[in-house]
């Protein structure tokens, strides 16, 4: 796999301490964890713009749930997690 060189600059002393001592106790290099931090950026990041892509898609496409859906579902959550309760202090 080719490689490219890019500089980055650290600017914060306590994360650059932080990212040194990671280094030394994995045996791995500065170069290692921030090619590992970058790839689970990019795909956190990539993920999330596509999850709002299908989102907008969704809302255009008239497929979302209204306020008064909504309300009933946390209602619902609600009443299970207040039997659940009650349960659990019968059972004691």
Partial sequence: ??????????????RLRRL??????TGRS??????????????EESW???KIEEGIRQADAGEFYT???VAAGVREIIAAARERKAAS????
């Fill in 1 to 14: 796999m080719a490689t490219t060189s890019i500089n980055v600059r650290v600017s914060d002393e306590e």
């Fill in 20 to 25: 040194d001592a990671l280094a030394e106790a």
């Fill in 30 to 43: 500065r170069n290692h964890h921030v090619n590992e931090a970058l790839k689970r950026y990019l795909d």
């Fill in 48 to 50: 999330q713009l596509a």
């Fill in 67 to 69: 306020s008064e859906e």
């Fill in 89 to 92: 202090k019968a059972a004691s």
